[in-house]
């Protein structure tokens, strides 16, 4: 590969990384989920690995080949990068299996979370002792070759059990969500993930045999997370509607309030027709009838003179982006 090519591959690929932070910052800023929040740091902590245990490796290798440095040193100096970038790659996959929990509504359990670490935790330092033995003890080539071949199949199945335990948690709990517009989000985000992941995963063990195969690992690395996150924005921007309710007890919110002179029950009513619930839902969560629930939302309408809860919400907004301009 060309240094060009080879600046041009750099530049791409972080741009792309960047690109699928800001897209999961935005989407993290709108909603306020907490799932949003995971996703967020899963973006940070896997391209910074990139950067550290990838790009570094790579940029390392392309300077020590240009200078005819030995096959020893250049193997030294790719798990020197791995070795920097792998905590990284620890809360990447950690944050990963959690997304894929949390989007479920569901939480780790302290067991797995301990044993995580604790696995991984010796993994990293296990690694980091025969890097340092390897040139204590001057392996030769034959022994750097089997090191770093070991290193390469180890994070594969790592990546793939991985893989298993988070998609899992989605294929066999995804049937039990009770939107159907959610579940096949969920689902289709999922086949996403696993064919991005899979393309990577078989593109990172070709990537030794020709430059070319190297960069398309490279870019699709970091530009991977991008078609997840864009359809998952897709999914949200169409069926759900933010909390714009969070700022009641603030002066314009209490402008609106007192203008059309909502009651506090309307206001909890308010509250979850801004979630996005039925009337069958708000019922239960407030513990009134749906037919309350009903009358409650007519009369809503009525006093703040619009026709859908899409309306009542562009009408609430518009009091919230005011009293923000004016603050």
């Known amino acids: 590969m060309g240094d060009t090519l080879f600046i041009a591959v750099i530049f791409l690929s972080i741009w792309a990384g960047i690109y699928a932070i800001l897209i999961t910052y935005k989407l993290h800023k709108k909603y306020r989920l907490s799932y949003l929040s995971t996703y967020l ?15 570094g490796q790579a940029i ?47 939480k780790l ?26 040139n204590l003890l001057e392996f030769g080539d ?30 066999v709990n995804a049937r039990k969500i009770k939107d159907e517009k959610k579940q ?24 030794s045999r020709s430059s070319i195969l190297g960069a398309l690992y490279l870019l699709l690395f970091f530009s991977g997370n991008i078609p997840p996150v864009l359809y998952w924005r897709a999914y949200l921007k169409k069926y759900f509607i ?19 002179k909502i009651s506090k029950r309307e206001i909890e009513v308010i509250q979850q027709l801004c979630e996005g619930k039925t009337n069958k839902e708000i019922s239960e969560t407030l513990f009134i009838s749906v037919q309350t629930v009903k009358d409650h939302v007519y009369r809503i309408y009525q006093k703040t003179d619009v026709k859908n809860r899409v309306q009542l919400i562009n009408l609430i907004q518009s009091y919230r982006e005011e009293g923000e301009n004016n603050s």
């Open 41 to 55: 740091y899963f973006q940070i902590f896997i391209n910074v690995f990139g950067v550290y245990g990838i790009l």
């Open 60 to 106: 390392a290798k392309k300077i020590l080949q240009q200078q005819e440095s030995s096959f020893q040193i250049l193997e030294s100096f790719g798990h020197f990068f791995s070795f920097l970038g792998l905590p990284f790659l620890i809360f990447a996959w950690y944050m990963f299996i959690r997304l894929c929990r949390e989007i479920i509504e569901k």
């Open 109 to 134: 359990s302290r067991t797995f979370n301990l044993s995580y670490y604790f696995s991984l935790a010796f993994i990293f330092l296990s690694y980091g002792v025969v890097i340092v033995l390897s």
């Open 142 to 171: 034959e022994q750097y070759a089997f090191f770093s071949s070991a290193i390469i199949y180890l994070y594969v199945t790592l990546e793939i059990l991985v893989l298993i335990i988070a998609l899992s948690q989605i294929f």
């Open 184 to 207: 096949k989000a969920v689902l289709t985000f999922a086949y996403l993930i696993l064919f991005i992941f899979g393309a990577g995963i078989t593109l990172f063990l070709l990537a």
């Open 242 to 260: 933010a909390p714009v309710l969070q700022k009641v007890g603030s002066m314009t919110m209490k402008q609106f309030l007192d203008e059309y």
